[in-house]
């Protein structure tokens, strides 16, 4: 059965692979699975057609026979569970890989995406350069947090799973940052994540697509 998921026509990022469906990408390379991508504009998310896939108007999302699904946390865990690869055997070792999951979008993430909806959406507000620095230190505790958690350890919890995966796509947002460049094992969790060649793979699948537009 065909495997399509969803990724933006124009990515704001500029190929960057900082949008939600390199998470699948990645998970799909790494599980060895081959995908369509279903490439759709702002107005077509925003369609009927689309709000039946995604009720939130959003990429990504993921269609396999009757399997259609939202939500990149999800799917990647859909992705980990169906094939090998993603997920310790060990029952109590799978399911601390899930945490990590859960952790990394309901905890590290969320700050993130804090501190990003208040850089584009709120910088015109009169409080927005007081509230920065809030948003900011929030980001700061937890990166601070994972960092003492992961020590010198090559992934979060012994071989590299689906809470790797999540957890560093949801780092690669703040790739770069004083915040991220303050804590030398994150940095270098989140190069060792982008050194897979799964990964490699997804991101250079998602580059093309700028790439494309770029030439049309
Ligand atoms: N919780 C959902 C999930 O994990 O699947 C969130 C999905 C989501 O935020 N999708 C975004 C989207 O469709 C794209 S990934 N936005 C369009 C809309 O809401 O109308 C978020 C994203 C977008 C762009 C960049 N960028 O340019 O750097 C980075 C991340």
């Known amino acids: 059965m065909t495997i399509t998921i969803t990724a933006f026509a124009a990515s704001p990022d500029r190929g960057r692979g900082q949008a939600?469906?390199?998470r699948l990408r990645w998970a799909l390379e790494e599980v060895g699975q081959p995908y369509e991508v279903r490439l759709v504009s702002f107005a077509e998310m925003k369609e009927p057609a689309?709000?039946?896939?995604?009720?939130f108007g959003q990429i990504p999302t993921f269609e396999e026979g009757d399997v259609?699904?939202?939500?990149?946390?999800a799917i990647t865990l859909h992705i980990a569970e169906r094939w090998p690869g993603l997920l310790p055997e060990d029952p109590?070792?799978?399911a601390r890989a899930i945490t990590w999951m859960f952790a990394a979008i309901g905890t590290v993430e969320q700050p993130i995406v804090?501190?990003?909806?208040?850089?584009?959406?709120e910088?015109?507000?009169l409080w927005h350069r007081e509230r920065q620095p809030l948003i900011d230190g929030r980001i700061a505790a937890r990166l601070r947090q994972l960092s003492a958690r992961l020590g010198e350890a090559e992934w979060l919890d012994g071989a590299f799973s689906a809470g790797d995966l999540v957890m560093i796509g949801v780092l690669r947002r703040i790739g770069g940052s004083d915040l991220l460049e303050a804590h030398p094992n994150l940095a270098a969790y989140v190069a060792r994540g982008e050194a897979r060649p799964a990964f490699r793979r997804a991101y250079e699948a998602q580059a093309e697509v700028f790439r494309n537009l770029q030439r049309t």
């Open 20 to 22: 939600r469906d390199m």
């Open 50 to 55: 689309h709000l039946a896939l995604q009720p």
């Open 68 to 73: 259609a699904l939202f939500e990149s946390a």
């Open 92 to 94: 109590a070792a799978r």
């Open 114 to 121: 804090e501190a990003e909806n208040a850089r584009f959406q």
């Open 123 to 125: 910088s015109d507000k």
